[in-house]
């Protein structure tokens, strides 16, 4: 997996060392609002999606970040790397069983 | 463009889920027959490219932000099959470990920036590209507008299953069950934000990431349009 490409994976390893980069836009992005930021937002939640809104509550790192880890700027940028890591290698870990399946 | 849990109805996002089975099941066999075992770690790295390249949100005037998706550059370079399961992968990823993008709305997720975004633009790069060389300026061209228009499509989808929401499902008091703007706001502020903002660096990325494959690993894109696989010539055999 790992012996060939080598300036693809750099090139990705770069784009991972930068994503705090992403952290600098704090903004929620358009219809992904939480239901803390809805009454602000729209001026009510949804009664219908206030039901749904926390569907999935077992996600590690939400936000991908360390929970409990966000006093500075520093602590969101160690959680935002250490989620691209682990984003990766579960990826790579699950592209790794295409290895098999597929042709030589 | 992750559609969080609670935005769409459940009579919404459900059949979504319904489609994309098997859409991956086809996926999951396209990628089978005709990728190469060397051709994986670029899959890998496509995908993981993706995952990363979302979390580089774009700050939006007006306190909203937005993010390029990778999902064309991935179909240029391996089919929009092998891109469809790369950017499935990290949406699913996104929303179980993350939190990003419902579970419910995997399958709107995973059909808006996983299906229409790697079609829309892998077939508006070779509609661009047309026999020009996949190492010449053409076809960089060719992909920041496929980038760019894949892109705003999935804006586009994004948009109008959330805006139809607010038409189709609301309380008896008429407030609105789920998302809770009509679909011209919802398509207004979609296609705005990733027609001025995310679109552009959505082209960059894309024209950029291929000029990068192309100049560093040439028998990557070369071999896929010069070899004949099943009697058929080029990239027609990734598709």
Redesign the interface.
């Known amino acids: 997996m790992f012996k060939a490409y080598k300036k693809l994976w750099l090139g990705l390893g770069l784009f991972m060392i930068l994503s705090p980069l992403g952290l600098l836009a704090t903004g929620t992005a358009f219809g992904e609002w939480g239901t803390d930021q809805l009454p602000e937002e729209v001026g009510f939640v949804p009664t219908g999606l206030a039901k749904l809104a926390d569907l999935w509550q077992h996600a590690p790192m939400p936000d991908y970040g360390i929970p409990g880890l966000d006093a500075s700027f520093m602590q969101s940028a160690v959680g935002y790397i250490l989620s691209a890591v682990v984003g990766v290698a579960l990826i790579v870990a699950i592209m790794a069983l295409f290895t098999k399946m597929v042709k030589e | 463009?992750?559609?969080?849990?609670?935005?769409l109805?459940?009579q919404t996002a459900v059949p979504f889920l319904a489609l994309m089975v098997p859409v991956w099941g086809v996926a999951v066999k396209k990628?089978?027959e005709n990728?190469?075992?060397?051709?994986?770690?670029?899959?890998?790295?496509g995908?993981?490219?993706s995952?990363?390249?979302m979390?580089?949100?774009?700050?939006?005037p007006?306190?909203?932000?937005?993010?390029a998706v990778g999902a064309v550059l991935l179909a240029i370079l391996l089919g929009p099959w092998s891109a469809c399961i790369?950017v499935s992968?990290?949406l699913i990823?996104?929303?179980?470990?993350?939190?990003?993008g419902?579970?419910?709305a995997i399958g709107a997720n995973c059909f808006n920036m996983g299906v229409i975004m790697p079609f829309v633009g892998y077939y508006c790069y070779r509609l661009v590209k047309g026999n020009a060389d996949v190492t010449s300026g053409r076809a960089l061209v060719a992909a920041a507008i496929a980038g760019y228009v894949g892109l705003n499509f999935a804006a586009l989808f994004?948009g109008l299953e959330?805006g139809s929401q607010y038409h189709l499902?609301q309380?008896a008091d008429g407030?609105?069950?789920?998302?809770?703007?009509p679909i011209k706001v919802?398509v207004a502020?979609?296609m705005s934000?990733h027609m001025l903002l995310a679109g552009p660096v959505e082209a960059l990325v894309t024209a950029l990431g291929l000029g990068?494959?192309s100049k560093?690993?040439p028998e990557l894109i070369s071999k896929k349009y010069m070899k004949i696989g099943n009697g058929k010539w080029g990239v027609e055999s990734h598709v």
């Open positions: 463009m992750h559609i969080p849990d609670g935005y109805s459940p990628v089978k990728l190469k075992k060397r051709e994986v770690p670029v899959l890998a790295i995908a993981a490219f995952f990363t390249i979390m580089f949100n774009l700050p939006i007006g306190g909203s932000s937005a993010h790369g992968i990290a990823i996104q929303a179980l470990v993350f939190n990003d419902g579970i419910m994004t959330f499902f309380a407030t609105p069950l789920y998302f809770p703007f919802a502020a979609m934000e990068f494959v560093n690993y």
